[in-house]
């Protein structure tokens, strides 16, 4: 976590990244926190919720990618500017408006992230039951139990540099399969545009009703807690301090880019596949069943492996993230569990509340495998909760990143002033 003084890392791994002579194609070679906090959101929650929105509603609703991601990219800008100006922890700037703060952010970081690990885990022995099924009823609950196993390794023992390279292979993977599953749709050009270009709310009709997608997404682009990790990634990345603003900006761009890129072209895909047929979509493996069928073997191997790798992909940065987060509020609770400053240097992932929250997070949802709960459902209504979090979290970020006193200069401007404001009323 961060330190509470202003002081340049020298022996970061990014330490060159604060020339400004850099080409812009350096810069881009040491793109990395935001492939991974894109991954991190971009999981079933968003795959479940753009695939609902598609197949109830057409392309009518694309619109709401584009304005929940605005939202998020103004709350991780601003959240990620705060720590590498001040040099503060995203935990020591809420303290400041009260203890209180950082115990309801504890509790809902615990919740939210137990109850997200248990969707991916579900999600994750779907699909991978539906490419390789074994010759057993347990066949999903053996994949789901082997992949939480591999994810917990990755978290432990791997750390953040190990998630870092698996996620900027599979955001390549998964884009490129996105973009095939589209185009084999057959979409409709014009339909896509109004869809982005004019906002409207359809009346309700099938099994989720409109507002209630659109809350849903809302819910995966803007409100959620796991907006909090990305700070932490641009720490274990090595970005700490102000010197790496522009390299911070740039690579908060691509990742919303790339999150945006992949929630349109899942609408469309649902919109033009699942739309026309009428089809409910309850379970996991409806998804993959529906492309199967319009689509052929192609669809079902391209289709399954992005259902696989967007659940495996967050299962892996929630657990990590939120451990790094509760790590953090833990040693500023508790001051006598903060490691001295050697062990911090060498990484927060040796840390014994780092190491707990992973086994916590990794282990405590797997009794979810035992019950008959439809993850399709679990997954929006834990979506449309999360919205709840956004009138504690956003006006708490707005009131830390205008103190002058702490933000000088780089304190927000009107514009984001104004999107962090709405947000809070769409809410």
């Known amino acids: 976590m961060q330190s509470s003084t202003r002081t340049t890392i020298k022996n970061s791994p990014d330490s060159a990244a604060t020339s400004t002579s850099l080409s812009l194609f350096t810069r881009l070679k040491r793109l990395g926190p935001g492939f991974v906090y894109a991954l991190t959101v971009l999981g079933t929650g968003d795959l479940v919720s753009n695939s609902a929105a598609g197949a109830g509603y057409g392309y009518s609703l694309i619109w709401a990618v584009a304005l929940t991601l605005v939202f998020r990219f103004a709350w991780i800008n601003v959240s990620a500017k705060y720590v590498l100006v001040t040099g503060e922890s995203l935990i020591q700037g809420y303290a400041r408006l009260g203890r209180w703060v950082v115990w309801l952010i504890l509790v809902g970081v615990l919740i939210n992230g137990h109850i997200n690990i248990m969707t991916q885990l579900v999600m994750t022995g779907s699909a991978a039951d539906v490419l390789f099924h074994l010759p057993t009823p347990w066949s999903a609950k053996i994949w789901s139990l082997s992949f939480i196993l591999v994810a917990f390794a990755m978290a432990f023992w791997g750390g953040y540099r190990t998630v870092e390279i698996f996620c900027k292979i599979l955001i390549a993977i998964m884009g490129g399969s996105l973009v095939v599953v589209a185009i084999l749709s057959k979409p409709d050009p014009i339909g896509i545009a109004q869809g982005m270009l004019v906002p409207s709310l359809p009346q309700s009709d099938g099994l989720y009703s409109s ?178 979090m956004i009138p504690v979290l956003t006006p708490a970020l707005l009131k830390i990143s205008n103190d002058k006193n702490l933000m000088g200069r780089h304190k927000n401007n009107w514009l984001t002033n104004c999107i962090l404001t709405l947000l809070v009323l769409v809410a």
Not at 278 to 300: C, H, M
Not at 301 to 310: M, Q, S, T, V
């Open 211 to 388: 507002l209630f997608i659109v809350m849903a997404l809302i819910g995966t682009g803007a409100g959620s807690t796991t907006n909090l990790t990305y700070a932490y990634f641009i720490h274990a990345k090595g970005w700490r301090n102000i010197s790496f603003l522009k390299q911070q900006r740039l690579d908060l761009i691509f990742g919303v880019f790339c999150m945006f890129v992949m929630g349109a072209l899942l609408q469309v895909a649902a919109a033009a596949t699942v739309h026309p047929l009428g089809i409910r979509l309850e379970d996991a493996n409806d998804l993959v069943k529906i492309f199967s069928e319009v689509q052929g073997t192609v669809g079902t191997i391209i289709f399954g492996l992005g259902l696989w790798g967007a659940s495996f992909s967050t299962m892996v940065g929630v657990t990590i993230g939120y451990a790094f987060v509760v790590t953090d509020i833990v040693e500023f609770l508790f001051p006598g569990l903060k490691e001295s400053s050697k062990n911090r240097e060498q990484g927060v992932r040796n840390h014994p509340v780092f190491r707990a929250c992973v086994i916590f997070f990794s282990f405590s949802p797997l009794y979810i495998l035992f019950t008959g709960v439809q993850p399709v459902w679990l997954i929006l209504m834990v979506n449309s909760i999360v919205v709840l």
